[in-house]
């Protein structure tokens, strides 16, 4: 059965947040949110996933349903189609009829046995749909990236007002071959960091359409959300073309960005803080769909001196230092380096500049829900993630150097690149 929204917020939804903030407050352990009702407490965390496309349901929905004490009880999605297949899915994996569908997640955000939410959206989606279900009290697991710089920042503050547990789905630091890249660089075993050449894939190019009729079982104002209004075309919502559209993403700057320059961060020192100038060009084809550069050329630079170089072709990274360097070719590659020496070289525990290469995102997030402990993908982290490469968009839409300080996030003496970092909503909810 699929359920409607009402029309109007219910009380329970404000009794539910003020809950769970006091409990959040008074207790440290976690207390699944069925356990405040007449279901007696379980460790099992119940989860509603929001956004059940491919990524949603092949990556995220599948790694929660195989890990034992993950209860999916909703699946939500603005097509029908995807969400009975979804709903399907569960059944079968869980071998239970517990899992629900709907059109409308915000009557998610109102059952009181969520514990938490999987959102596995466009990007445009990401920050609002986190805002509102952590005002909710649920936690959350979110795609990455951010869209705008003003929303990341809404984030982190949300999440600590709630004291809420959120995840960023990105697994990097849990993927061996980066995780020891990481390790290499921060600990010396190439001398003094100097430069990271990170490439990533160009963007897809999407012919323009015209406008036709929205398909019966997708609720188009649904999917648009706070994005402009524009008439449905039928390859709009496809993964790969909404990616380049402005609106919805930042291109394959911040999708594929946020797996290769998190890493080159975190070899820098600077995943809480970030680079402090950008300068470079992209290339927007004429006459597509496209909005955001297809092909781009960055070059940044951080306060430590060190400089960055991000551009469009075959997937690789690389860091360099004063007394060699390591790197690897297409994604999780085998590690290269200057020497044997360089991939052998080992740190004391005690000693070592990096952290313990953690589980992987999913297996983290509920640990972290039980725990109550900081993920391995803080909301501060892929806030600072995603503005290095928002910076880098604005740059290049702008047409000239920009100087960046990650303690005010601004542009210095730049009004209109300061202009870029947050956009209009649309009334969506009304419309």
């Known amino acids: 059965m699929t359920t409607t929204r009402n029309s109007h917020v219910s009380r329970r939804r404000f009794l539910r947040t003020s809950v769970l903030a006091a409990s959040a407050a008074a207790a440290p352990t976690f207390v699944p949110s069925r356990a405040l009702g007449k279901s007696s407490p379980s460790n099992s965390i119940t989860l509603a996933a929001i956004g059940v496309g491919g990524h949603g349901l092949g990556y995220n929905l599948n790694r929660f349903l195989g890990l034992p004490d993950a209860k999916v009880l909703a699946v939500c999605d603005v097509f029908a189609d995807r969400c009975k297949k979804a709903q399907h899915y569960v059944r079968l994996k869980s071998k239970s009829d517990a899992c629900q569908t709907y ?32 005002r909710a009290g649920k936690d959350v697991f979110c795609e990455k990236p951010t869209l705008t710089i003003a929303e990341g920042r809404e984030l982190v503050n949300t999440v600590d007002k709630h004291k809420a547990v959120y995840q960023a789905g990105i697994e990097d630091r849990s993927v061996p071959e980066y995780h020891r890249m990481c390790q290499i ?88 803080s ?34 960055m170089r991000v551009r469009s072709g075959s997937v690789s990274l690389r860091m360099e230092g004063s007394a060699g360097w390591v790197a ?11 020497s044997p020496s360089v991939l052998e ?73 300061n202009d870029l970092r947050a956009r209009e909503s649309r009334d969506w909810a009304n419309a």
Request: aromatic share 10%; proline share 8%.
């Open 274 to 307: 970030g680079p402090v100038a950008v300068h470079g060009k992209g290339e927007i084809p004429k006459g597509a769909m496209n909005s955001v550069p297809r092909t781009y050329d960055l070059h940044y630079t951080y306060a430590n001196g060190v400089t």
């Open 103 to 134: 059109a409308d997640f915000r009557d998610i955000l109102e059952r009181k046995d969520i514990d938490a939410v999987v959102i596995s959206t466009p990007d445009h989606w990401h920050v609002p749909m986190s805002l509102m279900a952590l």
């Open 345 to 417: 070289a080992s740190w004391p525990a005690e000693k070592d500049r990096l952290w313990v290469r953690p589980a992987y995102e999913h297996r983290n997030f509920l640990d972290c829900i039980k725990s109550r402990k900081t993920t391995t993908y803080s909301p501060e982290d892929v806030h600072r993630l995603s503005t290095a490469m928002h910076i880098g968009n604005i740059a290049m839409e702008l047409g000239r150097k920009l100087k960046w300080d990650p303690k005010t996030e601004s542009f210095e003496g730049d009004q209109p690149a």
């Open 185 to 272: 660089v921060r600990n010396g075993g190439i001398g003094k960091l100097q430069h990271m050449d990170v490439v990533l894939p160009p963007g897809d190019l999407y012919v323009k359409e015209s406008p036709t009729p929205v398909p019966p079982g997708l609720d188009w104002n649904l999917w648009l959300g706070p994005a402009p209004f524009a008439p449905y075309t039928p390859k709009r919502t496809d993964r790969q073309a909404w990616r380049n559209i402005r609106d919805y993403s930042g291109g394959k700057l911040t999708d594929w960005g946020a797996h290769l320059i998190d890493s080159a961060q975190v070899a820098n020192f600077a995943e809480h």
């Open 328 to 338: 690897n070719k297409g994604w999780r590659g085998k590690l290269q380096a200057s």
